[in-house]
């Protein structure tokens, strides 16, 4: 509770620096946004069909990570630095060409377009920038600004998106703000300028160059992404053409419809031919040795028959005509009405043959029987039988020998072809393979584009920007309010860290904080101006507390002793002498024997009765007083002995209230304490305001209406009731 006391004083006490502090701060805030700039705000909505709209990618369920990113993906494109200095330029050609120097329009004020204006006439380039503004046209204007465009600091058009400009730059730009409609496809858009026509088109640009540059990034990845695919199909696509040609012009060159085909065929020629050969070499081997056998019972007929050219050119026709018939048989279906023809003519020329070799052999034959009593005719039958079996065997088996010959060089033929043929399919098979997956993945990409196509045809302006006709509301008053609470926390502050870091004794709180001591009263310093008719009034009531307080310890006196009152202090000048003046005429006014003994004109301070004083009476013999006040000499220079300190009833170390407590305060003030033992010692502050002296002596006058008030609020007394009856008996007193 003490301490809300001394706040609440605290605040009393700087009450003028408050009131007129804080409002000259805050007249100066009032003054200084008298001209405060009004801020246009320009919204628009864009609906992005991330969420909700359809996609031919759609799977039938939300993936709210990939939304939420794409989302984020939406925002950074609009607030990317790419597409705000492309709002920039557009907005700087757009007000070039339609500013007007004496009339605001819908595009900016006149005072914008002046300033802008000068500044670009004003550069040292400021006749070739001016050129580059194309009345006509604000997309050739911006295009003349990009081919000017250098990354330099002295630059123009480079600095105007890089400088501090409130319109132009990336700094203010950077001001437009981008939210989310909670978790809807809606995202919100507004930007504050001073300038409704410059913030209703920097939103109406922006908006126009965020779909470019959505369109942009996300059709330059597809487009990209198509490209190659394209590329690679065609490429692939050029090598399987190449591989399947290679494969078609290997069959024409080796002669090949179909290998496989051909190839079983060849398998199955080659079986039979197995087994007729086995069968024909059956029959030649049969026919061969029934011929020997023949021949051993013709003998001397055989061999005239062996040497007769005429019967040797009779079988070679036989031979060759059968060798002819076998080789049609066995290569030919007979379907063919040619091939039939040819073998029937073959047919009668070798019964012809064989008939004129039997007419022949016949001829040859001498007996009629053999040794063995054998017809020879029926042998010679047998025997030209045989020998036409034989050269019919002998002529199968050479046809097939030459055809299984023939087989054999087809199996040379096809070996290599085949694992060719085999080896060119696995490539094509390959390539085939290769160029499907690349197909598939082009037409992955075409989707993909065409999906990006309907989610960037969602992207819709959903309310469009509108010119703002009215200003917002200014912060001036929330500024001007701020700044009221701030001076009265800066004041209170300030004061508060000096009123912790002071250690100028000023009241009895502060007096006893600082120096560890009790205060026992305080004297009011002399009032000037206002107050100071009333200095008499404050020095009775002071000097009436003071005699109070000091008669309060007069309650043991010693034997032929006086009650006595020491007035001491640590430094000269705190008022030793005034206070005990004062003390002494009040006292000899109530009729009390009072006496004062001071150093400077009652005793030596340099004697060594002095120095060496067992009590008063060392000092002063002739004491015949009730009371003895004395005033010693400042302690900070001399010495007080401890005997004439003990035997006080009172030690009263009187302070000036507006000087600072020193260290050296502090250890004569330690020292003192342990001087005096037993006896009360109490501080006594002088010149103090009478603020602090009403502490002590209770409200001092004037005693009107208003001090009663502030005093009572002084003293916390909120709800006391105050007494006119009172107050008016004071005032006569």
């Given at each position: 509770?003490?301490?809300?006391?001394?706040f609440?004083?605290?605040?009393?006490?700087?009450?003028?620096?408050?009131?007129?502090?804080?409002?000259?701060?805050?007249?100066?805030?009032?003054?200084?946004?008298?001209?405060?700039?009004r801020?246009?705000t320009v919204?628009?909505?864009?609906?992005?069909?991330?969420v909700s709209?359809?996609?031919i990618?759609?799977?039938?369920?939300?993936d709210?990570?990939?939304?939420?990113n794409?989302?984020?993906?939406?925002?950074?494109?609009?607030?990317?630095?790419?597409?705000?200095?492309r709002?920039?330029?557009?907005?700087?050609?757009?007000?070039?060409i339609?500013?007007?120097?004496?009339?605001?329009n819908?595009?900016?004020t006149a005072?914008?377009?002046?300033?802008?204006?000068?500044?670009?006439?004003?550069?040292?380039?400021?006749?070739?920038?001016?050129?580059?503004?194309?009345?006509?046209s604000?997309?050739?204007?911006?295009?003349?600004?990009?081919?000017?465009?250098?990354?330099?600091?002295?630059n123009f058009?480079?600095?105007?998106?890089?400088?501090?400009?409130?319109?132009?730059?990336?700094?203010?730009?950077?001001?437009?703000?981008?939210?989310?409609k909670?978790?809807?496809?809606?995202?919100?858009?507004?930007?504050?300028?001073?300038?409704?026509?410059?913030?209703?088109?920097?939103?109406?640009?922006?908006?126009?160059?965020f779909?470019?540059?959505?369109?942009?990034?996300r059709?330059g990845?597809?487009?990209?992404?198509i490209?190659y695919?394209?590329?690679?199909?065609?490429?692939?696509?050029?090598?399987?053409?190449i591989?399947?040609?290679?494969?078609?012009?290997?069959?024409?060159e080796?002669?090949?419809?179909?290998?496989?085909?051909?190839?079983?065929?060849i398998?199955?020629?080659?079986?039979?031919?197995?087994?007729?050969?086995?069968?024909?070499?059956?029959?030649?081997?049969?026919?061969?040795?029934?011929?020997?056998?023949?021949?051993?019972?013709?003998?001397?007929?055989?061999?005239?028959?062996?040497?007769?050219?005429?019967?040797?050119?009779?079988?070679?026709?036989?031979?060759?005509?059968?060798?002819?018939?076998?080789?049609i048989?066995s290569?030919?279906?007979?379907?063919?009405?040619?091939?039939?023809?040819r073998?029937?003519?073959?047919?009668?020329?070798?019964r012809?043959?064989?008939?004129?070799?039997?007419?022949?052999?016949a001829?040859?034959?001498?007996?009629?029987?053999?040794?063995?009593?054998?017809a020879?005719?029926?042998?010679?039958?047998?025997?030209?039988?045989?020998?036409?079996?034989?050269?019919?065997a002998?002529?199968?088996?050479e046809?097939?020998?030459?055809?299984?010959?023939?087989?054999?060089?087809?199996?040379?033929?096809?070996?290599p072809?085949?694992?060719?043929?085999?080896?060119?399919?696995?490539?094509?098979?390959?390539?085939?393979r290769?160029?499907?997956s690349?197909?598939?993945?082009?037409y992955?990409?075409?989707?993909?584009?065409k999906?990006?196509?309907?989610?960037?045809?969602?992207?819709?302006v959903?309310?469009?920007?509108?010119f703002?006709?009215?200003?917002?509301?200014?912060?001036r008053?929330?500024?001007?309010?701020?700044?009221?609470?701030?001076?009265?926390?800066f004041?209170?502050?300030?004061?508060?860290?000096?009123?912790?870091?002071d250690?100028?004794?000023?009241d009895?709180?502060?007096?006893?904080?600082i120096?560890?001591?009790k205060?026992?009263?305080?004297?009011?310093?002399?009032?000037?101006?206002?107050y100071?008719?009333?200095?008499?009034?404050?020095?009775?009531?002071a000097?009436?507390?003071?005699?109070?307080?000091?008669?309060?310890?007069?309650?043991?006196?010693?034997?032929?002793?006086?009650y006595?009152?020491?007035?001491?202090?640590?430094?000269?000048?705190?008022g030793?002498?005034?206070?005990?003046?004062?003390?002494?005429?009040?006292?000899?006014?109530m009729?009390?024997?009072?006496r004062?003994l001071?150093?400077?004109?009652?005793?030596?301070?340099?004697?060594?009765?002095?120095?060496?004083?067992?009590?008063?009476?060392?000092?002063?013999?002739?004491t015949?007083?009730d009371v003895?006040?004395?005033?010693?000499?400042?302690?900070?220079d001399?010495?007080?002995?401890?005997?004439?300190?003990?035997?006080a009833n009172?030690n009263?170390?009187?302070?000036?209230?507006?000087?600072?407590?020193?260290?050296?305060?502090?250890?004569?003030?330690?020292?003192?304490?342990?001087?005096?033992?037993?006896?009360?010692?109490?501080?006594?502050?002088?010149?103090t305001s009478?603020?602090?002296?009403?502490?002590?002596t209770?409200?001092?006058?004037?005693?009107?209406?208003?001090?009663?008030?502030?005093?009572r609020?002084?003293?916390?007394?909120l709800?006391?009731?105050?007494?006119?009856?009172?107050?008016?008996?004071?005032e006569?007193e």
């Amino acid at each position: 509770m003490e301490y809300i006391l001394y706040f609440c004083r605290f605040l009393y006490r700087i009450r003028w620096w408050l009131i007129f502090g804080s409002a000259i701060i805050t007249l100066a805030v009032i003054l200084a946004t008298m001209n405060m700039k009004r801020t246009y705000t320009v919204e628009a909505t864009l609906y992005t069909g991330v969420v909700s709209g359809y996609t031919i990618e759609g799977t039938g369920t939300t993936d709210w990570a990939a939304t939420n990113n794409a989302i984020d993906n939406l925002v950074n494109i609009i607030k990317a630095e790419s597409t705000l200095k492309r709002v920039s330029y557009r907005l700087y050609a757009r007000n070039m060409i339609n500013g007007n120097l004496e009339k605001d329009n819908q595009y900016l004020t006149a005072e914008s377009f002046r300033e802008i204006y000068n500044r670009t006439k004003g550069n040292k380039d400021g006749k070739a920038l001016l050129a580059l503004i194309d009345k006509n046209s604000e997309e050739e204007t911006v295009k003349n600004m990009r081919r000017y465009e250098r990354p330099t600091p002295d630059n123009f058009i480079y600095g105007l998106f890089y400088w501090n400009h409130w319109h132009y730059s990336y700094e203010a730009l950077k001001n437009i703000t981008v939210t989310r409609k909670g978790s809807s496809d809606l995202l919100q858009i507004s930007y504050s300028s001073a300038d409704p026509g410059i913030a209703y088109n920097t939103i109406n640009i922006l908006l126009e160059e965020f779909v470019d540059e959505y369109r942009a990034i996300r059709y330059g990845e597809t487009d990209k992404v198509i490209e190659y695919f394209r590329q690679e199909l065609a490429r692939v696509g050029r090598e399987l053409r190449i591989a399947e040609d290679s494969l078609t012009l290997y069959n024409i060159e080796k002669r090949v419809i179909n290998y496989y085909d051909e190839t079983k065929e060849i398998a199955a020629i080659n079986k039979e031919f197995e087994l007729r050969e086995q069968d024909i070499q059956l029959s030649y081997s049969s026919s061969r040795a029934m011929l020997d056998e023949l021949e051993k019972q013709l003998d001397i007929n055989v061999q005239q028959l062996r040497t007769n050219a005429q019967f040797v050119n009779s079988l070679n026709q036989v031979s060759a005509l059968t060798s002819k018939i076998s080789e049609i048989e066995s290569f030919t279906s007979g379907a063919s009405e040619t091939e039939s023809q040819r073998l029937n003519d073959y047919r009668a020329q070798l019964r012809i043959a064989t008939t004129n070799l039997e007419t022949f052999s016949a001829q040859y034959v001498e007996h009629s029987h053999t040794k063995e009593g054998i017809a020879k005719s029926s042998i010679v039958e047998q025997w030209l039988e045989q020998i036409l079996v034989f050269e019919k065997a002998k002529a199968e088996l050479e046809v097939i020998q030459r055809s299984r010959q023939n087989l054999n060089d087809k199996y040379i033929f096809f070996a290599p072809v085949g694992s060719t043929i085999k080896r060119k399919e696995r490539m094509i098979d390959f390539t085939e393979r290769n160029y499907l997956s690349t197909l598939e993945s082009y037409y992955d990409a075409l989707m993909r584009k065409k999906n990006l196509e309907m989610t960037s045809a969602t992207l819709k302006v959903l309310n469009p920007p509108a010119f703002p006709i009215a200003a917002e509301p200014t912060n001036r008053r929330k500024i001007v309010m701020i700044a009221f609470l701030a001076s009265l926390l800066f004041i209170t502050g300030f004061f508060l860290l000096v009123e912790l870091l002071d250690h100028t004794l000023r009241d009895k709180m502060r007096a006893e904080r600082i120096t560890k001591g009790k205060v026992l009263g305080a004297f009011p310093a002399r009032a000037r101006l206002k107050y100071k008719n009333f200095n008499n009034a404050y020095i009775s009531i002071a000097t009436k507390f003071l005699s109070s307080s000091i008669l309060g310890f007069f309650n043991e006196k010693k034997e032929n002793q006086p009650y006595i009152v020491n007035f001491i202090s640590t430094e000269p000048g705190d008022g030793k002498s005034y206070l005990s003046e004062n003390l002494l005429e009040y006292w000899n006014n109530m009729g009390m024997k009072v006496r004062k003994l001071s150093y400077e004109t009652d005793f030596d301070i340099n004697d060594s009765k002095y120095l060496l004083a067992e009590n008063i009476r060392d000092i002063s013999p002739n004491t015949n007083e009730d009371v003895l006040i004395v005033e010693y000499p400042n302690l900070k220079d001399n010495n007080v002995p401890s005997k004439l300190l003990e035997e006080a009833n009172l030690n009263l170390l009187v302070t000036r209230a507006d000087r600072s407590w020193k260290e050296s305060d502090k250890l004569i003030y330690e020292k003192l304490k342990s001087q005096i033992g037993e006896t009360p010692l109490y501080f006594y502050l002088n010149k103090t305001s009478r603020e602090a002296a009403e502490n002590f002596t209770g409200m001092l006058p004037p005693y009107t209406y208003l001090r009663k008030l502030g005093y009572r609020l002084s003293q916390l007394g909120l709800t006391e009731r105050m007494d006119r009856d009172s107050l008016r008996t004071k005032e006569n007193e």
